[in-house]
T-cell receptor, first 115, second 115 residues
């Protein structure tokens, strides 16, 4: 079983729809959960960051983490054509203080918002 | 907005040659990382660097890879003897508090093509 699973899509929805993206993971040591947006041939850009379980909202974006189910979600409300990109989930273990743990990424979901 | 700068944007090299990929992290950041993304695959962690030493490295980061912070601003990744399978996008990232604070800031990447 892969450490982080993410449906690669493509996921195509009409403009204005609510988009739901999600990842599952197997490593219960993950504590930090992030969503990145990546445009073609560009670096990932941080959208949302959550520590442990719970919800976090920022504008049109809501991130949810359910550690008991090892499941994280990103919701995009009022989706726009400019939201078309690849969305990557990423996670890491507890920051140990003396060093820095690398991120484990999902493969990314290619999202297309149709005008 | 501060950004991570990577040069060159595209590097073509002959198999067996050494390459150095360069990065200028955000100036007040303390943690530095290299990731790679083979075309069509997930972003993979290579190495993290803090306090002038490697904090963590993945299985990918074998003896042919090395990192260095030669001065107060640059962070480099050297691949000693390139192989065809090293062809990928290489992303540098930096953070001011490890992965668990506000995530990382990624650069736009260097596309390495080994021929």
């Amino acid at each position: 079983q892969k450490e982080v699973e993410q449906d690669p899509g493509p996921l195509s929805v009409p403009e204005g729809a609510i988009v739901s993206l999600n990842c599952t993971y197997s490593n219960s040591a993950f504590q930090y959960f992030m969503w990145y947006r990546q445009y073609s041939r560009k670096g990932p850009e941080l959208l949302m960051y959550t520590y442990s379980s719970g919800n976090k909202e920022d504008g049109r974006f809501t991130a949810q983490v359910d550690k008991s189910s090892k499941y994280i979600s990103l919701f995009i409300r009022d989706s726009q054509p400019s939201d078309s990109a690849t969305y990557l989930c990423a996670m890491s273990r507890m920051y140990s203080g003396g060093g820095a743990d690398g991120l484990t990424f999902g493969k990314g979901t290619h999202l297309i918002i149709q005008p | 907005e501060p950004e991570v700068t990577q040069t060159p944007s595209h590097q073509v090299t002959q198999m067996g040659q050494e390459v150095i990929l360069r990065c200028v992290p955000i100036s007040n950041h303390l943690y530095f990382y290299w990731y790679r993304q083979i075309l069509g695959q997930k972003v993979e962690f290579l190495v993290s660097f803090y306090n002038n030493e490697i904090s963590e490295k993945s299985e990918i980061f074998d003896d042919q890879f090395s990192v260095e912070r030669p001065d107060g601003s640059n962070f480099t990744l050297k691949i000693r003897s390139t192989k065809l399978e090293d062809s990928a996008m290489y992303f540098c990232a930096s953070s001011d508090g490890g992965p668990g604070k506000d995530g990382y800031t990624f650069g736009s990447g260097t596309r390495l093509t080994v021929v």
